[in-house]
């Protein structure tokens, strides 16, 4: 998350819910990191490891992330809800704009970036 594009700050909101933070920027400036963003976790192979097998080292560890494995691998999607605080000023109306397109996203089919209005 140290890596998302545009100079944003990024936020633990709840369980699995992230808030990202991007200021002096219009939702249209930032659609195009938000979807590099979904793009990189979609394509991002997870790899399942047995954990009584986890190298002891870091130096052992980084050794086997460098190259694939017969290990379990997963891909999982994100979907996103992005608001304009320059439409919604007050951040209790924020969130909640950004939760609205953040459903409207889930029904939309999930993987995808929706804008509230």
């Known amino acids: 998350m140290r890596l998302i594009e545009g100079k944003a700050r990024v936020y633990r909101y709840g369980g699995e819910e992230f808030s990202i933070i991007y200021r002096n920027k219009l939702a249209d400036e930032v659609l195009p990191f938000i979807e590099a963003l979904r793009q990189d976790i979609e394509s991002y192979e997870l ?26 691998i997963v891909t999982i999607t994100i979907s996103i809800g992005v608001c304009d605080s320059q439409l ?4 209790n109306e924020a969130l909640k704009a950004a939760d609205s397109a953040l459903y409207k996203a889930k029904q939309a089919g999930r993987n995808c970036v929706k804008l509230a209005s």
């Open 47 to 72: 790899v399942i490891r047995n954990s009584s097998k986890r190298p002891k080292s870091d130096a052992e560890g980084a050794k086997k992330r460098t190259r694939k494995s017969n290990s379990d």
């Open 88 to 91: 919604h000023r007050n951040p």
